[in-house]
């Protein structure tokens, strides 16, 4: 098939061999690409119950077909791995242009194994591949690092590095990449950690063909012109995702003091207003058509972003209204390679436990320069911060607060939430990576659509598979998550013009549904059931105080109902298990 | 009465660009009828997405109160 290079990098570090080997293209057609490709690759390869943080792990770093063509909003990488935080299969979606020069240097992925005896990184130099030592890159930070792979290799490389989270095996580790991208959930920056691995720094000088070209193109660049290029997706270069604070806002979904309610009066203290008047530069990753990257100053704090999650973790979450505090604190955990949603969300439940009394953390809700602190501390397994660096399934395992440790499968809540929206508490609880907005993000249609109630479980199962199936399609393309007007026709025919193969929507859907399917198949083979499928029980016992939501709170039958609406759609058993039939069609 | 309209996202256009006004409208209309009398049918319009009167998301059909502030947002999804 056109757009794939037919070849993956298969790179083992405890040999120090690599060799280029076919790809599985009776894989990619059931699986694409990216999330889809990369998890039928760990399922078949990984054997159940290994420790995340073994070289008998693997780190896979996937493209798509799309990936390096003209393809608008096609420069994503898949990352993944078994998560380290949670023991699930995890993927990520990382933005820059390692996706790109993966693929020119000839390669549709790069499959990482075992692990090197001292720290290094990997480069990839086309068809040529060394393994460097990263000695001195040890301990650095993810922006110091890049630097200097930068300075050493020049500006046609890509970086792919961790920080000192993902060195000392925090599962809040990301993978960071062009200074402040991030692979940033359940700890692969740790998984490649556990390798030895400081880096992969990558240089291609091929191309990717596709058919037809001339017409391809041409229809590629309409697509972009008529459905990229509209008001719906280009506010992101305006306001890039801080435009979600008001509408979360509003809306009843913007978390405020771990969880303990929603919405905060004085939320326009650092509403994205007030971030946006303090841009100083804008960017976009590789083949984007929409430019969200938005570089901030305030006073010392300079960073990439911040991303509503961010915003939303380090602020209201945190008892926070400094907007210098909240980029500063970024800019330390992007620098770090610690993920600003679980790292937020440790610290709201350690100054919760610390208020009421429960455990002294040495930290109370709006203390940030303790906070900042902190975060260091938890990147480098220093103090308390080792005790952090556990995450908040763990600390409310050892220490109490359960109820209110914000979290599923050891995952940490993303900042929505979810009795403003239920279908949300679906979405995590079902969510292949534990707690994840990423897989379905039932506000589109529970709270900014305001097309399906958002109070009642009625109809949230069909509306998270649905929703869920939409996206692992769009991620097995590649295609960013901010192509928010993308349908399931589009993505046909975009793979039609990319690989010369027809797809009809039916197939892409049915791809979508699969991998679904073999994310679950994969965790059912490692014992998660249905009972692992949970939310955190503040979300049942207290009702929200304020905002458009007051009064709220999940019945816990309502929330099974749900689940059970969502199993039963996807044809699992009452218990959340793949039948044997099922798995066989993977 | 008189109430203020905030469009947000892709709203704005029928302010020809502004993202506020101050409007007349009759007493107890509802949030609908006032976006209509000001240009804004929300069923001619496909991105429309929720509306909130003093920054609590709300019904269509809720009915104002002098000096209400009303915002519409246009869908917007991403995460």
Redesign the interface.
Known sequence: MYGYQNKVLRVDLSKKTAAAEPLRMDWAEKYIGSKGLAIKYLYEELKPGIDPLSPENKLILMTGPMTGTTVPCSGKLGVAGKSPATGTICDCSIGGHAALRIKYAGYDAVIIEGALDKPGYLLIEDDKISFEDASELWGKGCHETEAILADKYGHEYSVLTIGPAGENLCGMACITSDYYRQAGRGGMGAVMGSKNLKAVVVKGTGGVKIPNVEEAVKRILEIQNEDVLQ??NT??FDWG?T??L??C????ILPYKNFSDT?DPNWTEYNGEVFMEKLEGKRGCGSCGLGCGNFLKIGDAICEGPEYETIAAYGPNAGNRDPEAILKANQVADDMGLDTISSGDVLAWAMEMTEKGIHDFGIRFGEMDTYIKYLEMIAKGEGIGKELAMGVKKLAGKYGGKDFAMEVKGLEY?QYEPRGSWGMSLAYAVSDRGAC??RA?AP?EE????SIPPYTPEGKGEMVYKLAQHNAVKFCLCIC??W??ISMETMAELMSLVTGKEWTVEEIADVGTRVINIARAFNQREGFTAKDDTAPKRIFKEALKN??AAGQKIPEEAFEDMKQQYYKVLGWDENGLLPDSLIATL | MKIKILLRGALTKYFNGEKERIVEVPDGCTAEEALKLSGIDWTKIDNFGFVAVNGMRVMITEKLKDGDELKAYSKISGG
């Open positions: 008001e719906d506010f992101v995702t435009a979600f008001e509408a806002q509003d809306g009843g919405t993303p907005h990423m993000y589109n709270v900014f659509a305001a998550d901010f928010g007007t905002g458009p």
